[in-house]
């Protein structure tokens, strides 16, 4: 029990903003820190009133949600020789 209370400490101070990852440049924090908010640019609308996504996740220490966000929803993949390959670009 004490082992998996330990656990769940490191979990948490792990959390926040991973800074070597592509999403920053598409995504802010928002002013608690508690969400990224994605900055990319869409069409203004009644959704989109400010021409900006404004989708929300969780700022977890994952970056897996906004990168399949930015993937499916704007066509935007990170730029490596992984990707390259799979997407030809
Ligand atoms: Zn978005």
Redesign the pocket.
Known sequence: MEYLICLLKKKRLNHGRPKDSFIWK?FNEDENGEYRV?Q?K?PVSINHPDGR???KYRNISTTTNTIN??VK??KIVQLNETTKGIYNI
């Open positions: 598409y994605c990319v869409v996504c404004n989708k966000h930015l929803s704007h």
